[in-house]
């Protein structure tokens, strides 16, 4: 296992709560858990972002917006007035979701141009910007061509999934699109990373963010694992 600090280790974590039926308190859980153990971010929906923004403020908990969640299939015009509507409510980072059913049919020129239109939204705004893949609906030539073309625009991270399709992070994926991006993008690994054993297996393999609902219960067993060392 990498040889982690406990508080390397929750730096990793973007704490996550994008549940549709999730309420005031339910944030409020999220953004005092991240702020006790120094997660890097809060991955909420755009709509609770200034609620977040408040109950985090005077910490060094970054807000995340999911932008065109979780399926993509929203224009790219879309994508961009929510991105800015988030980052005037206070998002410091942007996770978007590609649109996987123009990359299905093979318009790659709308996939780079839809790249190229939030990468630039967010730089302008000094705000870090995320491009979730969604690797459970691609072939691995298609992921590949993805992170080529990421790593020509530049995003600050590819992500391998929403959580919310028929499959999450593998360590495979993870592998694959370190390997193509190499040190010019991070990579964040995300869904169905539910205990310390998976979350440090990405780690490994090269994930620089993990996204998960359980930061806390993984966190609380990497204390103990170093307490029984």
Request: proline residues 1%; negative net charge.
């Amino acid at each position: 296992m990498k040889a982690l600090t406990v508080n390397e280790l929750a730096a990793y974590f973007d704490h996550t709560q994008l549940k549709a039926f999730a309420h005031k308190e339910d944030f409020e859980k999220l953004c005092s858990e991240a702020a006790e153990y120094g997660f890097a971010m809060v991955a909420i929906n755009s709509s609770p972002v200034a609620l977040c923004k408040k109950l985090l403020e005077n910490t060094k908990v970054h807000v995340g917006a999911a932008i065109s969640f979780p399926l993509g299939q929203t224009t790219i015009e879309a994508k961009v007035f929510e991105t800015k509507n988030a980052i005037e409510n206070g998002a410091d980072e942007i996770d978007y979701v590609i649109n996987i059913g123009e990359l299905k049919n093979g318009n790659w020129e709308y996939i780079k141009k839809e790249m190229e239109s939030m990468v630039n939204i967010c730089r302008a705004h000094q705000v870090l910007i995320k491009v979730i893949f969604e690797n459970c609906y691609l072939e691995k030539e298609e992921i590949t061509q993805l992170a080529k073309i990421a790593k020509e625009i530049k995003p600050d991270y590819i992500k391998t999934s929403t959580g919310f399709g028929t499959g999450g992070a593998t360590i495979d994926d993870v592998k694959l699109m370190k390997e193509i991006v190499g040190d010019e993008v991070k990579v964040k690994a995300a869904g169905g990373i539910r205990n310390l054993e998976t979350c440090m297996a990405m780690i490994e393999a090269g994930a620089d963010r993990i996204g998960c609902s359980a930061s806390v219960e993984i966190t609380e067993a990497y204390k103990k694992y170093l307490q029984e060392k």
